[in-house]
């Protein structure tokens, strides 16, 4: 996948924004006839409402908000509360050959195999992968899991949500508005939101000014480092949806940065890729240090003595998640 475009930004300089307005003009109706699509899709599609709880942890934009990290730690938060009972994620499996529907194994699986997110979530708990998260959610339940957490699939509609949360990044936000391709949004924020029960707020910063009014609850997020003290000189690696918080983060936590390495989100790292990094890090007499996506994306003979820096997410107001939470909760503990 390829970096996204500077004029996706939230803040374009004004200079930038101007500088290619053919480009704009022409992604205009391609942005109108992939929402239109979107929009058509949900519309005209039955979702399947199985006998047990999902919850769908989703975006409006593509590239980084922290969905992943905040649906682990609902994942985490679940098994508390339904001690005994059987809480696993459901990806699509995106950057993997299966298709599913299939339970990922930490041992015997790879990135290859089932996409990034799906290992990292299998490395702390029970994760799944489906294309059709219908047919994957059926397999799921059948299986006898207790309580389905999607990571992504706001915009999918195969599979019926009993609660949909979607998370925002506090900096990011709705980028500069508009729909892929002239923008980074999947839908329009209003039919988004529109689906919604409730706003996850992530990062660091100011309440953006385009939630004002917003009617959703608002639970806001923060991504904590699991180490919060990191000592040392790094040099610092990611293929994320935006690498630049990643490097950020070490450097809040005290890490000295004698270079960082950004890749396009799910980037697979060759051979090559890692002898230059090892290069990179031995000139600068530095440590190689990546987040856990990445990490788990990297074949097991190229990781050597590279670190994988986990980040776990944290909620300021966990009484609005738990009160969102408690129905659910409460179903799951009856059938099991």
Known sequence: MMRSP???????DPKSREAAPLTRI????????????????IANTEPHKLDIPVLCVGNLSAGGTGKSPVAAAIRDRLSEELPGARIATLSRGYGGTSKGPL????????A??????????????????????????QAMQDDGVDFIIMDDGHQNPGLFKDLSLVVIDRQSVFGNGHVIPKGPLREPVAAG???????????TGPEPE????????????????RSANLPGTYVAFAGIGRPEKFFDTLEECGARLEDSVPFPDHHVYSDRDIAYLTSLAKDREATLIT?????VRLKQSQRGDILAFPVLATFENADVLDHLLKPLIERASQAT
């Not at 987040?291 to 990490?295: A, F, P, R």
């Open 112 to 137: 290859t195999d089932v996409g990034d997110e799906a290992l990292m979530f299998a490395s702390s708990g029970e994760a799944w992968i489906g294309a059709d998260r219908a047919e994957a959610g």
């Open 210 to 225: 385009e939630l004002d009014g917003c009617p959703l609850p608002i639970i806001r997020s923060s991504l904590v480092p």
């Open 193 to 203: 939101l529109s689906r919604a029960d409730a706003i996850v707020l992530t990062g």
């Open 291 to 295: 987040t856990e996506k990445d990490y």
């Open 26 to 41: 022409m992604l205009t109706p391609l942005a109108a006839v992939y929402a239109g699509v979107t929009k058509r899709r």
């Open 6 to 12: 500077h004029f996706w930004d939230r803040d374009v």
């Open 103 to 110: 339970k990922v194994d930490f041992k015997t699986h790879t």
